[in-house]
């Protein structure tokens, strides 16, 4: 697969990152104590973390079930991925994503902060398209670390979230979203191109430096 780890790590970082899961988890956690927000901290990133190494390691085999071929995963992810993108940059927002609840139980670590927040539909595609890309062994523990490394960096970040985001503001916050919505959108559009050029619909290029 023509990407490299930066280019995936950036993928990881913007559909599994902590931005989003981290406004909903303010919002649901706002009159809980330290403790219960450490508990939903560190559930939601242990239970995004398993899912998302499960889909690492069962992959391909997802792949050969539904008989799904490489180029058409790198077609199909690029296209969840721009859409995501598309959304970022434009700003539609789930009606229910800043819905508060007045007593949350720990159950909200599993939903909504880890599926679909964390682990979200669009990076649980991207990984499976990496697994399926670089089936040895080798590269399959690469991109497990790099899930690894992003969740723990969640971790840190949902822990402080209350007085990161408090410091940020939501103006800061939707220059954010619209700045890796655009970069998104473009490894989104990449990624199409690799399909098709795997395909032999295009000739393959060169990126510009």
Do not use: C
């Not at 023509?2 to 406004?23: E, R, S, V, Y």
């Not at 979203?177 to 199409?192: D, K, P, R, T």
């Amino acid at each position: 697969m023509n990407i490299g780890i930066l280019d995936i790590l950036m993928i990881l970082f913007i559909t599994m990152g902590p931005l989003k899961p981290a406004i909903v988890y303010v919002t649901l956690t706002a009159n809980s104590d330290a403790s219960f927000k450490r508990k939903v901290a560190v559930r939601t990133v242990l239970t995004a973390s398993i899912v998302a190494i499960l889909f690492v390691v069962a992959g391909e085999v997802l792949l050969n079930a539904f008989h799904v071929s490489i180029p058409a995963l790198k077609m199909a992810g690029g296209l969840i991925l721009l859409i995501y993108a598309l959304e970022m940059v434009i700003g539609k927002e789930s009606k229910g994503d800043t819905q508060a609840i007045s007593e949350p139980s720990e159950n909200i670590a599993v939903y909504p902060l880890a599926l679909p927040l964390t682990a979200t539909p669009q990076g649980l595609v991207a990984v499976t398209t990496f697994a399926a890309a670089d089936p040895e062994t080798s590269d399959t523990i690469m991109v497990i670390i790099l899930i690894l490394a992003i969740m723990l960096f969640n971790f840190f970040f949902l822990l402080g979230a209350h007085k990161i985001l408090k410091l940020i503001g939501p103006a800061a916050l939707k220059v954010v979203s619209v700045v890796v919505g655009l970069l998104l959108a473009a490894l989104a559009i990449q990624l199409m191109i690799w399909g098709l050029t795997d395909l032999g619909v295009i000739e393959p290029f060169e990126a510009v430096s």
